[in-house]
């Protein structure tokens, strides 16, 4: 499974961003897609996780109310959108794919990653 992550940029405290992860490959694998944040010298952070089918999400409390994540299945793609983005929000953000929803928060339970988009968020 390869992922391409885009969407990342530079915005203003409050403004939103959409980050996109497509999928290709053998994506049937997957039972779940997940997005997860990383900020230099520190460990990777969950944010959110849905499952192949949409029916179940699962969010970080930091960014609860805040962000959302969907799917379109048509086209492989996961996106998650972000609103009321805060400074502490910078981050790079990685989307991840895996095969059990079941670990959906741990960075372990993810067998693909994609490059890494930069979000910055100015105050």
């Known amino acids: 499974v390869q992922l391409q992550a885009s969407g990342g940029g530079l915005v203003q405290a409050g403004d939103s961003l959409r980050l996109s992860c497509a999928a290709s490959?053998?994506?049937?694998?997957?039972?779940?897609m997940g997005w997860f944040r990383q900020v230099l010298g520190k460990e990777r952070e969950f944010v959110a996780a849905?499952?192949?089918?949409?029916?179940?999400?699962v969010y970080a409390g930091s960014v609860t109310g805040r962000f959302a994540i969907s799917r379109d299945n048509a086209k492989n793609t996961v996106y998650l959108q972000m609103n009321s983005l805060k400074p502490e929000d910078t981050a790079v953000y990685y989307c991840?794919?895996?095969?059990?929803?079941?670990?959906?928060?741990?960075?372990?339970?993810?067998?693909?990653w994609g490059q890494g988009t930069q979000v910055t968020v100015s105050s």
């Open positions: 991840a794919a895996g095969p059990r929803y079941r670990y959906a928060k741990r960075s372990a339970g993810y067998d693909y």
């Open positions: 490959g053998r994506t049937f694998s997957v039972d779940v």
């Open positions: 849905i499952t192949s089918s949409g029916e179940n999400t």
